[in-house]
């Protein structure tokens, strides 16, 4: 049985019959129950967004986040939803975003941004960028999932350091999606390239919200200190609209031998140097995306 830790899952498929997750009412419930039980509080519903296929758009997903809360309410779910989209990578994304159609997580400058699956987009390094020099912090989703990573990780690693934050999905670390995105996403977590976990649940049976179970297998690998950051810390940062310079970078494993060498908590110079020179590259390369702060 897995010790009750407070979590924050910012990216799910729960709201009903509006994309390929929960198809009806009573599967959103139960996903919300389990989530409750894991030890979630907040709970973003992000639908996809993929013109042609889901044509949700952000107005609408907020009306059925505040319609869903209420039904979670009248069950006594004490389930906090923010609204949010798993917004697949189109043309003119920022403004999509600027204008709502596009939501972004919790009204944050933070997104979620789901590249295609299966087929590597020519160039894509400079649709994250434009994000970035919008004002806005892309969350590229699943990168452990996407089945080019094995021939295009330099990009993935180049996204990262360039301000692009990485999502991991927790049923990756428990061996759900099979070996390979396990092995991608051991690897990223080792090299310091994943900010977040999420459930990206689908239902309560296949694809579960499973964030717990993600969370013990992350604090084996990575230590308490990181796993907390990655189900928690950083996702109330994103909640609060931080500026992504004032958030503590996920440490290389490198970081994490040395910290574990001196007291096993804080991060190390090494750690905080690094940390450094990615913030003075973001704020030298890319607009700052202070001041959207308030949007
Ligand atoms: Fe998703």
Redesign the pocket.
Known sequence: MLLMKRMIDL?S?ILPGIDDGAAHLDISIEMARIAEASGVTVQAC?P?ILPGVYNNTGPQILLATIELQRRLDEKGISLRLVAGA?AHVVPNMVAGLREKRIPSLAGSRYVLV?PPHHVPLPRIENFFFDILGGGFVPIL?HPERLTWIETHYAVFKELSRAGTWMQVTSGSLTGAFGRRPKYWAERMLNEGLVNILAT?AHGARRRRPDLAEGRAVAATWLGEQEAEELVLVRPQAILDNRDPSEVSAPPSVADRRWDKGMSGTGHSDEHNRRSRGWRNWFSQTIKSPRANRDR
Do not use: I, K, L, W
């Open positions: 990216h498929h992000t996809h798993d789901e989703t990206d």
